[in-house]
């Protein structure tokens, strides 16, 4: 019943919401060097669009790279200085548009939708009757100035691998052992319940980090993504990522009873919401409240995001030290409740 009727609905509500090619809430920092009219309308009509959330206000060009590096600025727009005099003695000015092109679509989407409300300010002067302003949008993609598609799907990529093996695999073999009846004789022996636990996930563990090596590599090789930040912190961050979807896989397992409950569990619980609300294809931003809500859970969200910070932006754990810590608990608590119910249920 629950596959015939929950399962229908609940994707049909997910992909309405989720799967959309707008925009909205867009977090921004702007560098005014004018300090003008022009630039004040411009910044205005930007803001009023609903597209677009003014976060941080930049007094010089060094702050760039750090307000990108620290992962909530989505798009930088620089007036350049004495905007308003050159545009009235006719000179032509160029906007810098600066994107966050670590996820290519939603930069250019973004970049897009600026040159869009650029041009039509332009166009409103030009009603008006005022002198008719002359601006370039210059736009410039951070981080992926070749707009490589990879550099958006190799992170997500390793996400939904890492978590679906490890969780997946590690439900399915303590499932086994319960459907079997094997689980009585390990409970009969002097072994702990920890004991056991720690048993059946290090085969997970080794064989889910090569997995991590293998992606890793590849994307290197094969794609040309670089590792900017230090490959030891993205190893240990994936290593930490796969003890958490493997504490995950425990817990599912000592709600199942048979294999084929816990693969099921396996997929619906982790697939779907892995793909559609980390914000691996499509930004959160653009998701209804409940719905961003909801990927606060998601163990992926953080470690995307980690990801792609040290293999594209080049940061270390100082930038990303609360996703970290965010996955740390998580693995705590999934593994505290897996214990218990280990304890309780077997």
């Known amino acids: 019943m629950l596959i015939l009727f929950a399962m229908p609905v609940a994707q049909i509500l997910i992909f309405g919401y989720v799967v959309s090619n707008e925009i909205k809430d867009i977090r921004i920092a702007i560098l005014d060097q004018a300090q003008d009219e022009v630039s004040r309308e411009i910044t205005q009509k930007m803001l009023s669009s609903g597209y677009f959330i003014l976060d941080k206000n930049l007094y010089h060009p060094n702050q760039i790279e750090a307000v990108f590096q620290e992962g909530d ?8 200085n004495n905007l308003s005099q050159k545009m009235e003695n006719g000179e032509e000015v160029a906007l810098q548009v600066i994107a966050d092109a670590s996820d290519a679509n939603t930069a250019n989407l973004i970049s897009n939708y600026t040159r869009g409300i650029v041009n039509n300010y332009l166009r409103q002067e030009i009603l008006y009757g005022n002198t008719p302003y002359q601006i370039q949008t210059q736009v410039r993609m951070y981080f992926n100035p070749k707009m490589k598609g990879v550099f958006m799907f190799v992170p997500g990529t390793m996400a939904l691998i890492l978590i679906l093996i490890s969780a997946m695999m590690t439900s399915i073999s303590i499932a086994r052992e319960k459907e079997l009846g094997t689980m009585e004789i390990l409970l009969v022996s002097p072994l702990r319940p920890v004991q056991i636990i720690i048993g059946k996930v290090i085969p997970y563990i080794f064989l889910a980090f090569v997995n991590a090596l293998t992606i890793v590599v590849l994307s290197y090789f094969v794609f040309q993504l670089p590792v900017q930040g230090s ?16 504490s995950l896989g425990i817990l599912i397992s000592t709600l199942s009873n048979s294999q084929q409950v816990a693969m099921f569990i396996s997929m619906f619980a982790l697939m779907l919401p892995t793909m559609l609300l980390s914000g691996f294809i499509f930004p959160i931003e653009n998701m209804p409240k409940v719905l961003q809500w909801l990927s606060t859970i998601m163990p992926a969200k953080y470690f995307i995001t980690i990801v792609k910070s040290i293999m594209i932006k080049g940061v270390g754990l100082g930038y990303i030290w609360k996703e970290t810590l965010v996955l740390l608990v998580m693995m705590l608590v999934f593994i505290g409740l897996s214990v218990k119910n280990f304890k309780v249920r077997l």
């Open 231 to 246: 490959l030891l912190l993205l190893l240990a961050e994936c290593l930490l990522y796969i003890l958490l979807a493997l």
């Open 73 to 80: 600025i989505r798009e930088v727009i620089v007036f350049p």
